[in-house]
């Protein structure tokens, strides 16, 4: 069985950074895309950023420059460096991948969130 565990989330004051790890463990062959999404309150989940194989990255324009997604690959790991962090970047920050698992296709997986909250 698969599973995706984020870590990271907590309380930062305006213009602080925070760190957010996921780590995908089980029977794993392999893992596509990585990508974080968030869900503020009364807001629809959004795709915040997303990292191929290859690293090849993409963003929401409204984190570009100041949010970076990166992997480690021997880690099952995906990552977002947030930097200069707005009181509108709070939501719950979800984590999805594409993972094949012992059989032949790719399935979609999710963490279960963590909270981060921007306010001073």
């Known amino acids: 069985q698969v599973q995706l565990v984020e870590s990271g989330g907590g309380l930062v004051q305006p213009g602080g950074s925070l760190r957010l790890s996921c780590a995908a463990s089980?029977?794993?062959?392999?893992?596509?895309?990585m990508r974080w999404h968030r869900q503020a309150p009364g807001k629809e989940r959004e795709l915040v950023a997303g990292?191929?194989?290859?690293?090849?990255?993409n963003y929401a324009e409204s984190v570009k420059g100041r949010f970076t997604i990166s992997r480690d690959n021997a880690k099952n790991t995906v990552y977002l460096q947030m930097n200069s962090l707005k009181p509108e970047d709070t939501a719950v920050y979800f984590c999805?991948?594409?993972?094949?698992?012992?059989?032949?296709?790719?399935?979609?997986?999710w963490g279960q969130g963590t909270q981060v909250t921007v306010s001073s």
């Open positions: 089980g029977s794993i062959f392999g893992i596509n895309a």
């Open positions: 999805n991948a594409d993972i094949r698992g012992r059989s032949a296709a790719y399935y979609a997986y």
């Open positions: 990292i191929s194989r290859d690293d090849t990255t």
